[in-house]
């Protein structure tokens, strides 16, 4: 059974920073094109960054980038998204999601950015 965890989300005053964690259970995050998402109230979800197997190749959201960075650790099946410099426009719950083969999403994380 494919499990995908989200874990890191939290309040965080702007300009600060998060890292948010997604373990795999059931796939090896290593042999997946792994994303992130993220979904705002009255807004639809949005890509917020993606890597390809191998974790060489990356590519984030215009109004992200800069500022967040995926990575993927293979020998702890997780792949993380490092946010900095984070704004209030940040807030949103965020989802990692393995793009292939098949999909498959975790439950989210909710990160708030407020002062």
């Known amino acids: 059974q494919v499990q995908l965890v989200e874990s890191g989300g939290g309040l965080v005053q702007p300009g600060g920073s998060l890292r948010l964690s997604c373990l795999g259970s059931?796939?090896?995050?290593?042999?997946?094109?792994m994303a992130w998402y993220r979904q705002a109230p009255g807004k639809q979800r949005e890509l917020v960054a993606f890597i390809f197997i191998g974790g060489s190749t990356t590519t984030t959201a215009d109004s992200v980038k800069g500022r967040f960075t995926i990575s993927r650790d293979n020998a702890k099946n997780t792949v993380y998204l490092q946010m900095n410099d984070l704004k209030p426009d940040d807030t949103a719950v965020y989802y990692c999601?393995?793009?292939?083969?098949?999909?498959?999403w975790g439950q989210g994380t909710q990160v708030t950015v407020s002062s």
């Open positions: 059931g796939i090896s995050i290593s042999r997946s094109n």
């Open positions: 999601k393995r793009e292939w083969p098949g999909t498959s």
